[in-house]
C-alpha cells in the first residue's frame, strides 16, 4: 500500500511538472501573439511588431501603441487607422529598416505624403 501511495504522488508530481512546462509554452505563445498588431490602414491590411510600432520614442505611434494616448478602433480583428494605407506601409517599412534609408516614391505627390505622413505620426525630427 505504501509503494502505490509514493507511486501515486510520483505520477502526481511529474503530472504537475509536465502542466508547469504546457502552461509555459502558452504562456510564451500568447506573448508572441500579443507581440504582432494587424493594422487596417484604409483598407491595406498591416502585420507588424509592437516593436516597430513604438521605436520613435515620444512619438504618437510610440504613445498610441504603447498605450499611452487614446482607445484603438477595431474593426473585425485588426486595428483600424484612417490613413493612407500605402503610405502608413511605406512608413513601417521605413521604421523596420531603422530609418537608416528614406523610401522612394514614383510619383513627387507621394513622397510629399510620406513626409506629412511622419509629421503626424510626431517623427518629423527622424527625417530632417
Known amino acids: 500500500m505504501q509503494n502505490s501511495i ?4 510520483d505520477d502526481l ?3 504537475q511538472l509536465e502542466w508547469l ?12 501573439e500579443k507581440d504582432v498588431l494587424k ?14 510600432l513604438t521605436s520613435v520614442p515620444l512619438s504618437k505611434l510610440d504613445k498610441v501603441f504603447s498605450g499611452k494616448l487614446t482607445e484603438l478602433k477595431r474593426i473585425d480583428d485588426a486595428i483600424f487607422l484612417d490613413r493612407n ?10 521604421l523596420r529598416d531603422e530609418r537608416v534609408k528614406m ?11 510620406f513626409t506629412n ?12
Request: no cysteine.
Open 39 to 52: 493594422i487596417n490602414a484604409g483598407g491595406t491590411i498591416i502585420l507588424t511588431s509592437i516593436r516597430v
Open 13 to 15: 508530481l511529474q503530472n
Open 85 to 94: 494605407g500605402k503610405i502608413f506601409e511605406a512608413m513601417i517599412d521605413y
Open 103 to 113: 523610401p522612394r516614391f514614383s510619383e513627387l505627390n507621394d513622397q510629399i505624403r
Open 6 to 9: 509514493l507511486q501515486e504522488k
Open 21 to 32: 512546462a504546457e502552461k509555459e509554452q502558452i504562456r510564451k505563445m500568447n506573448h508572441l
Open 117 to 128: 505622413e511622419l509629421k503626424f505620426w510626431g517623427m518629423a525630427p527622424y527625417f530632417t
